[in-house]
């Protein structure tokens, strides 16, 4: 399976649940607020693989990728704090989670491997009835995240020109 790219409010549900119900991955993540229950599906097979599966030495073959996010993405959650974390989780489990994610969860630097990825983001979307619709530059870092991962892997995001120029990409 691929890896898991999330964007902000996408990363900001899943540290919510992380640090709520999911219990820091001893438990389910379930479908709630921007996380679909497919998303959650996902996540919980790279989880349950990554704390069973590795530690049973099951060949590679199964190997089901890992949830990824941007450096920037946490940047992004501290800049808007009040309106992205809602008072789910604190400052204190975030720097946490920073510094020693899971081994399942990847945070990607932003450096120059992500220059090139970054180059080949679209600056504009095409929408529904033809119409163009600009992308921020703090969007397409969530796509060059993505597009640093490989072709396969999956973006969980939550705006519309960001769904498709991904869809435009595959």
């Keep these: 399976m691929p890896d898991i790219v999330l964007d902000t409010n996408v990363l900001a549900d899943f540290l919510a649940q992380f640090f709520g119900a999911a219990r820091r991955g001893r438990a389910l993540f379930v479908r709630q607020d921007t996380i679909t229950r497919d998303l959650a599906r996902k996540i919980n097979q790279i989880v349950r693989w990554h704390r069973q599966d590795a530690e049973s030495g099951e060949d590679e073959e199964r190997y089901p990728g890992r949830i990824v996010a941007s450096t920037?993405?946490?940047?992004?959650?501290?800049?808007?704090?009040?309106?992205?974390?809602?008072?789910?989780?604190?400052?204190?489990?975030?720097?946490?989670?920073?510094?020693?994610?899971p081994e399942w969860f990847v945070i990607e630097p932003l450096d120059e491997n992500l220059v090139a990825a970054f180059c080949d983001v679209p600056s504009d979307a095409l929408m529904t009835r033809g119409r163009m619709q600009s992308l921020e530059w703090t969007d397409a870092v969530h796509i060059a995240t993505a597009f640093g991962r490989g072709s396969d892997s999956l973006l969980a995001v939550?705006?519309?020109?960001?769904?498709?120029?991904?869809r435009a990409r595959i």
């Excluded at 008072?87 to 975030?94: C, H, I, K, L, W």
């Excluded at 939550?158 to 991904?166: K, L």
């Design 72 to 101: 920037f993405a946490f940047v992004e959650i501290a800049r808007k704090w009040t309106d992205i974390v809602r008072g789910r989780f604190s400052v204190e489990q975030m720097a946490g989670f920073t510094e020693q994610p």
């Design 158 to 166: 939550t705006d519309q020109e960001m769904r498709q120029i991904w």
